[in-house]
């Protein structure tokens, strides 16, 4: 899925919230600058929900890196977008995750609904961490985002004119963030999502190469798709300066998650919604028209 490359990107975000009490609790937003973190967070804003933004530049601070930072951010909690700095897949997330819904349970915390992914066996066990608790929990199990190539790891190769990617051609349902915000904030402000693990896709399979040619065609100009062997694309990630846990998360998800496992669809969209999910070519003209990919 690769939620949270860029997470911390955004220097400017702010905290946006009043006292959580019993009548009124807080939603903690995780990763509320991240791909689905932000959109979440600026929904549930819009539709007048009290929330509190949490991400290591917020105010009270949320750092995974740092439980010290977990009570203040937990303090007057009824609900939680909970999304796993930089992914469920890395080393150390279980335990991360453990003791964080530990923290929930204690801070009174009711509602939990947390991004997953896809064919990730470290994710499902996140997945059954926070199910055996005492909460109302919702799974949203993600396949790759579409908004990599626009918003996160992919975006500088999309705007040099080749994407070079270790991944040949299996079919791979992406799915617009925006969708993945809708049916997070359903779960937690609508009742009737307790138990339900949605697997949130797109409409139809495409593998890499298409997707770029669908983002070539949106953006009116050429953009090449090449694959590559792994160790020139980890290398290329290191010379860019990405963490190593970066680098090792999607050395994983490229080798062990696009083997194949995930490339069917699913119906998790509709279920929550009601209404089909976004198509990439949508999710492309959208992106072309802001001017994101000139």
């Keep these: 899925m690769n939620e949270n490359t860029n997470e911390e990107t955004n220097k400017t975000n702010k905290t946006t919230e009043t006292a959580g009490t ?15 973190g932000r959109r979440v967070a600026d929904r549930l804003e ?20 740092d439980p010290v930072t977990w009570p203040d951010a937990l303090d007057g909690v ?3 977008y909970l999304s796993f700095f930089p992914d469920l897949a890395v080393p150390g997330a279980p335990e991360a995750v453990a003791a964080f ?10 509602r939990v609904v947390l ?7 470290e994710a499902q066990r ?51 963030a925006e969708d993945i915000a809708d049916v997070a904030v359903a779960a937690l402000t609508e009742d009737g999502h307790h138990g339900q693990v949605y697997e ?24 090449a798709f090449t694959p590559i062997p792994l160790e020139a694309f980890t290398n290329y990630l290191a010379e860019a300066g990405e963490p190593q846990e970066v680098i090792d998360m999607l050395a994983y998800l490229f080798t062990e998650v696009l083997d194949g496992r995930n490339a069917h669809i699913d119906d998790g969209v ?5 209404r089909p999910p976004r198509d990439f070519a949508d999710y492309a003209e959208t992106v072309a028209a802001n001017g994101a990919w000139k």
């Design 270 to 274: 509709f279920r929550a919604l009601g």
């Design 101 to 110: 819904t530990e923290q929930a349970k204690a801070a009174g915390v009711r």
């Design 22 to 36: 019993a009548a009124s609790p807080l939603t903690l937003v995780l990763g509320a600058s991240g791909k689905t």
């Design 200 to 223: 949130v896709t797109g409409p139809r399979l495409l593998t890499f190469a298409e997707a770029v040619a669908a983002i070539a065609q949106a953006a009116g100009r050429e953009i």
């Design 126 to 176: 996140c997945e059954q961490i926070v199910a055996d608790g005492p909460f109302e929990w919702t799974v949203v199990r993600a396949s790759w985002f579409a908004q990599n190539f626009s918003e996160g790891a992919f975006l500088d190769s999309v705007l040099s004119g080749e994407v070079a990617l270790p991944v040949g051609d299996v079919g791979e349902p992406f799915v617009d």
């Design 78 to 80: 009824g609900a939680v």
């Design 46 to 65: 819009l539709a007048g929900v009290n929330i509190r933004r949490g991400s290591r530049v917020a105010d009270p601070a949320f750092d995974w890196d």
């Design 115 to 121: 991004l997953s992914g896809r064919g990730e066996v």
